[in-house]
């Protein structure tokens, strides 16, 4: 069976594109694959934490996914930072990487704009830990938004570049599983940004524990044009948020845009939005619901996880201390 990991920084409530873009697969694959699901917390510190909320964030983060059916019975769901394997081939992979191909990296431009002198040096690394994070248990699935293409990207060149240093045949090939609707959710303030956790706007994204009347609100409030609905996909080029919130809905209903289009063409958003609000609510009330249970029993979350990362650990070790043996390290 093929291994597949994921991962998601704890550094806020995960959100509609979270979901979109990612948890609804993980729960799909869990069907014939080994799973191994994680919040990566050591990526979440590359920039500012505060640390109470960071400790409540991984274990809300926890009860979003088991609440959105993941299931830590069957499959691993643990917090990186309890596997210390994920550091040790991080080392190692920050000494195969090339600084000119860290240098590429589209996702430290965005997140450091002007100011890349005051980065974290943990920032400048985050995909030699990615790729460890994948590598140290030989995963080849790895579900994501296309955020995270070009991560991926990487971690295959870096799979390939031990590989040859080292003259071995250690490290599998990595495929990414990106799916083919609403695979980069966009903020409802500004259709050209990705909806994200790190948004100052509460207003730009849904999460997944929003109730009903705060998704109507921010729906209601999404940046919109004056136009009505298109009839053809066509019609929506350079309408950045109109396309996002016609996505959004295709998305969640198991259409293709041209079928939202053929029953909402000629519609205005006064019409359009309350419809989509529908949606959003019946896909995440369910999820708010059984999120809120499982917080109300933070030790039995604490458990869960630590029972993932035991596992999670076993399954690395002989891996990465494999890894430690190639190099050159005295085991
Ligand atoms: P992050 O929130 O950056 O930890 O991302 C966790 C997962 O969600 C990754 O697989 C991302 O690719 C995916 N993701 C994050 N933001 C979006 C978005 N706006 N649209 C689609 N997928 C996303
Ligand atoms: N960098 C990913 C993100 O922000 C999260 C992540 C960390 C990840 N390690 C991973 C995703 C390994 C897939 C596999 O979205």
């Known amino acids: 069976m093929q291994r597949v990991f994921s991962g998601i920084q704890p550094s806020g409530i995960p959100h509609l594109g979270n979901y979109l873009g990612a948890i609804r697969n993980w729960v799909a694959l869990q069907d014939g694959h080994d799973c191994l699901f ?27 996914l088991i609440a959105s059916g993941i299931d830590p019975g069957r499959h691993i769901l643990f917090n990186q930072s309890a596997v210390s394997a994920h550091a040790r081939l991080a080392w190692i992979f920050n000494c195969v990487s090339r600084l000119g191909w860290l240098g590429r990296m589209t996702q430290f431009k965005d997140k450091t704009g002007q100011d890349r002198e005051a980065a974290s040096a943990g920032l400048y690394v985050y995909p030699n830990l990615m790729a460890a994070d994948i590598l140290a248990y030989h995963a080849t699935r790895v579900p994501v938004g296309d ?20 003259a071995v045949d250690f ?28 948004d100052t706007s509460e207003q730009s994204r849904i999460t997944m524990t929003d109730d009903a009347d705060t998704i109507a609100l921010k729906i209601r409030r999404a940046k919109t044009d004056a136009e009505t609905l298109p ?31 053929e029953a909402h063409g000629g519609s205005g958003f006064g019409a359009f939005k309350p419809a989509l609000s529908e949606v959003v609510v019946n896909a995440v009330s369910p999820i708010a619901d059984e999120t809120r249970r499982l917080l109300a029993d933070p030790e039995h979350l604490d458990h869960v996880l630590r029972d993932g990362a035991m596992r999670a650990q076993a399954l690395a070790e002989p891996i990465v201390t494999e890894a430690e043996r190639i190099v050159g390290f005295l085991k």
């Open 38 to 64: 994680c919040l990566v917390d050591l990526h979440a510190i590359t920039v500012w934490q505060d640390p109470a909320a960071l400790r409540a964030q991984t274990r809300a983060q926890a009860a979003v």
């Open 147 to 166: 955020d995270q293409r070009q991560h991926l990207e990487f971690a295959r060149d870096i799979a390939q570049k031990f590989n040859h240093d080292y």
């Open 171 to 198: 490290f599998p090939e990595i495929e990414a599983l990106i799916p083919t609707g609403a695979a980069r959710v966009m903020s409802l303030r500004d259709g050209s940004r990705k909806m994200s956790k790190s």
């Open 231 to 261: 009839r053809e996909a066509t019609g929506l080029e350079g309408r950045l948020e109109a396309r996002n919130l016609v996505e959004i809905y295709a998305a969640l209903t198991g259409s293709s845009l041209e079928q939202v289009l």
